[in-house]
């Protein structure tokens, strides 16, 4: 098997990370792979923000926590996130973005950075609570925020799991 191949089957969502800061150089390129995704058009109306202070990290936390009622919710307690937002008139945004943090992922796995995808922004954007820390975050008013990326470096070992789902082939 390549080593790409290899890549993809041995990517793992991480949910403990240890503290150890994501260099600056390492996150730049961790988000070129996010930028070098497909886009709809090739329109490229997102926009990636990487917030690399664990107090705005768990400032954002608190205030999602907050708006969702879920108590001391802290994104796995990342050292980074990239926050891909795209704008709200794109009819390929989402998935434009999905595409970009697949990228994400996988750069972040081939630097033995751990990540996991974090979801609950994409319908509160505009919440009273979480519109000033995206702002704060220069996070544009007309983008949502339909996923982002929790990064770290892994706590525990990764623990190799067989991965099943049905395939058929039609000849």
């Known amino acids: ?20 800061p994501i260099s600056k150089n ?12 497909p886009s709809g058009k ?13 107090s705005k990290i768990q400032m954002l936390a608190d205030a999602i926590g907050e708006v969702l009622s879920r108590k001391n919710y802290n994104f796995y307690k990342p050292t980074a996130l990239i ?27 081939s630097l033995q950075i751990g990540s996991v995808w974090i979801n609950q922004l994409r319908d ?25 990326a929790a990064l770290g470096y892994i706590e525990e070992p990764l623990k190799i799991i067989e991965r099943t789902g049905l395939i058929h082939f039609v000849e």
């Open 124 to 148: 509160i954007c505009d919440h009273e609570i979480i519109r000033p820390i995206l702002d704060s975050f220069e996070i544009p008013k007309e983008h949502i925020v339909y996923g982002l």
């Open 1 to 20: 098997m390549n080593n790409f191949i290899d890549l993809i089957l041995s990517r793992r969502s991480i949910r403990k990370f240890n503290n150890t």
């Open 83 to 109: 926050i891909p937002s795209n704008s709200r008139e794109s009819p390929w945004g989402r998935d434009d973005n999905a595409c970009a943090l697949q990228n994400i992922f996988l750069a972040a796995h």
């Open 26 to 37: 390492d996150l730049e390129l961790i988000v070129k792979a996010g930028l070098a995704a």
């Open 42 to 54: 090739n329109k490229r109306t997102w926009k990636f923000t990487v917030v690399s202070s664990t």
